[in-house]
């Protein structure tokens, strides 16, 4: 199992592009998680999402939208980036109803 | 809100040396759980504490949730350089569904010494 995959590892992107970040689990998961890691701050939950069909906002979600597309894949998506997305992003699974989360390796993203 | 105080946030230690880092909430956490991240990667489960008293070890790791609830220690025994990395404490807030979100710490550097 290759338990939590992202895509891409990193990412350049200027100021106003858009792009997705990829998720996916093989582990079966109901619940998947996307986070921003910034120095000194630990990881802030930026979406998330219950079981297939359901998504919700976390604690950081302006400038952000998700899609969880099947119940293995769960993208966020940047419409326009601005400097302040500058981050290292995580996605996140778990089973129903358990506080285990299990990380995918991240993404790195320079917005410029 | 919830929230985590993790300390120290950073600890620069020689090898072979034991380790102790702490995390305390002005909120009462039902779970408590321990994450290292190495350097470059995501982060990975050490160890999960579910009982006010509970003792956990994981090799030379060993975690403890607090009596009143508001917080956990970990400690690391004859540190070796593997050890580094940034060591997370996590709970869980209110729960949405079926989903758990979690509240971490910012996290403790830790750093071995050769």
Redesign the interface.
């Known amino acids: 199992n290759a338990g ?1 995959t992202q895509t891409p590892k990193f990412q350049v992107l200027k100021t106003g592009q858009s792009m997705t970040l990829q998720c996916a689990q093989d582990m079966n998961h ?2 998947m ?1 996307w986070y921003r890691q910034d120095p ?6 930026i979406y ?4 297939e069909g ?1 998504t ?1 906002k ?1 604690e950081v979600p302006n400038g952000y939208n998700v899609s969880r597309l099947n119940k293995r894949e769960f993208s966020l998506r940047l419409e326009s980036a601005a400097p302040s997305q500058t981050s290292v992003y ?1 996605c ?1 699974s ?1 089973k ?11 993404t790195r993203l320079l917005v410029l | 809100g919830q929230q985590l105080n993790q300390s120290p946030q950073s600890m620069f230690i020689q090898e072979g040396e034991d380790v102790s880092m702490n995390c305390t909430s002005s909120s009462i956490f039902n779970t408590w759980l321990w994450y290292k991240q190495d350097p470059g990667e995501g982060p990975v489960l050490l160890i999960a504490l579910y009982k006010a008293g509970e003792l956990t070890s994981n090799g030379r790791l060993t975690a403890q949730f607090g009596i009143t609830r508001k917080d956990s220690f970990l400690n690391i025994s004859a540190s070796i350089p593997s050890d580094v990395g940034i060591y997370f404490c996590a709970g869980p807030r209110v729960s949405s569904g079926s989903a758990r979100q979690l509240t971490f710490g910012s996290g403790t550097q830790l750093t071995v010494l050769p």
């Open positions: 939590v109901n619940s998680y000194g701050m630990g990881l802030r939950l998330y999402s219950a079981s359901t919700d976390g995580f996140a778990s129903w109803d358990q506080e285990t989360q299990y990380f995918g390796p991240g």
